[in-house]
């Protein structure tokens, strides 16, 4: 049983950071100078910040989904949708960065704020720790949709 939670964290662990690497990658490559010459808001932190942001709420992610599929009333619907979620997590950056696509990201982020809340509806049913853990990261997506909605206005 041990080895079997063992993988199944790596494996959650792979997933949910392969949206931090092929955003990452999204970023790196198409954020300047782009970036640099958007007018921002004054509520933008400096960019160093969303790094370690993002470091640990992947990590959160990966623990409330691990916790769940160790749940006794998981269902495998949940887990389809925390899967589609992570590829609208990754999607938000490559159109933001790399296509530069400030309203379509804006809607996509719309959308996984939506995934989220449903999420940590679904986790609750199984478990008390995966919803509390998605909490943060519904509130920093929801920051995030404050920031780029404040670029869109801006620009």
């Not at 790196?28 to 969303?50: A, G, H, Q, R, T």
């Not at 691990?66 to 619907?77: D, G």
């Not at 959308?111 to 049913?125: D, E, M, S």
Request: proline share 4%; with cysteine.
């Amino acid at each position: 049983m041990l080895k079997n939670k063992f993988i199944s964290f790596i494996l959650f662990f792979i997933f949910t950071y392969s949206a931090s690497l092929i955003g990452g990658m999204a970023t790196i490559s198409n954020k300047e100078p782009w970036y640099s010459e958007l007018v921002k808001s004054n509520y933008n932190p400096p960019d160093w910040v969303f790094a370690p942001v993002w470091t640990t709420l992947y990590f959160m992610m990966t623990l409330a989904i691990w916790f769940y599929w160790h749940s006794k009333n998981r269902e495998m619907n949940t887990v389809y949708i925390y899967f589609i979620h992570i590829v609208f997590n990754t999607t938000w950056s490559i159109v933001f960065f790399g296509l530069h696509q400030i309203l379509l990201a804006l809607i996509i982020l719309v959308i996984l704020i939506i995934f989220i809340i449903i999420l940590i509806f679904k986790f609750r049913r199984a478990n008390y720790v995966s919803p509390y853990l998605m909490i943060p990261y519904l509130l920093w997506s929801c920051y995030a949709l404050f920031l780029n909605l404040n670029l869109f206005i801006l620009n």
